[in-house]
């Protein structure tokens, strides 16, 4: 398995495939395993990367987890995509994955060709209720990742089953449970909401969202989300929160559907952030 020693660490990845890159961005917690069912499948589309955030699968913690912030993860990708020197990028990202996933799309327009947005976070409204919820998961009185994940699963397959088996043994380890509680705290934070970033990302963008998914819901965050990113639609597939885990197939097939968009747009986002930089 690659590795590659970015200005912030270590951080493993799986690659595949030839081609125009498609990298895929997992959860909180999660690791590059959780795509396995979708990875062969993309690679005869383009090149692609699965990353393991720091902390998670293979990549090695960070020096300090309990400092673990969406910034951090963050400048992760960021780092990933220059050391790689990444371009023409379709995201695929999940969650923590997806959140990253706007940013990068949002700071460097010219990087990326598309985004595929599997139940991503920042666009939940920030109120009193959430901003609790977030601190207490982020305590030491949260759910374990297994049952928090065995609540947001919502179709048993081989790939899930796995999910909740990595949750209950090393994604349940002091230090990875540190990174996971101090993410959740920080998804509480203003740091983490996307509404004043989403109208600077250029590509065209397919939000998926689980009906059953308790965390991320299909309509009022799929709604926010839907309001704020301007080249963006929603399809709503019959899962929980991990669509290319849990119904592969749907999720495959929507993407798939989605790639012709992404050759006739991607082109017009180039270069109107060219002849931008000319005004």
Not at 18 to 27: F, S, V
Not at 116 to 127: E, S, W
Not at 250 to 276: C, H, I, N, W
């Amino acid at each position: 398995m690659p590795i590659v020693t970015l200005p912030s660490g270590v951080v493993s990845y799986t690659e595949m495939g030839h081609g125009a890159p498609i990298l895929l961005l997992h959860a909180n917690p999660g690791d590059q395993r959780d795509f396995a069912a979708v990875m062969e499948p993309l690679s005869r589309h383009g090149r692609v990367l699965a990353l393991d955030w720091p902390g998670n699968g293979q990549s090695p913690a960070l020096a300090d987890p309990e400092k673990a912030t969406v910034a951090v993860i963050y400048r992760v990708l960021e780092e990933f995509v220059t050391t790689l020197g990444l371009k023409d990028l379709l995201l695929i990202g999940n969650s923590l994955g997806g959140n990253a996933a706007v940013r990068l799309a949002a700071h460097h327009p010219q990087w990326v060709s598309g985004l595929v947005l599997v139940a991503p976070g920042g666009f939940t409204p920030q109120n009193a209720l959430s901003r609790a919820f977030c601190r207490w998961q982020g305590s030491r009185f949260s759910l374990s990742p297994y049952r928090f994940a065995r609540f947001y699963l919502k179709r048993k397959t081989a790939i899930t089953s796995a999910m909740l088996d990595r949750a209950r043994g090393a994604q349940s380890e002091p230090d990875a449970l540190a990174m996971n509680r101090a993410l959740w705290r920080s998804f509480g934070r203003p740091e983490n909401d996307l509404s004043a970033l989403a109208d600077q990302v250029l590509a065209p963008c397919l939000l998926l969202f689980g009906q059953y998914d308790p965390v991320i819901k299909a309509y009022k965050d799929g709604d926010q989300a839907l309001r704020f990113l301007p080249h963006a639609r929603r399809e709503v597939l019959s899962c929980g929160h991990a669509a290319f885990a849990e119904v592969p197939e749907q999720f495959l097939q929507s993407v798939y559907d989605f790639l012709p968009q992404l050759k006739r747009t991607s082109r017009r986002a180039t270069e109107s952030v060219t002849m931008g930089a000319l005004d």
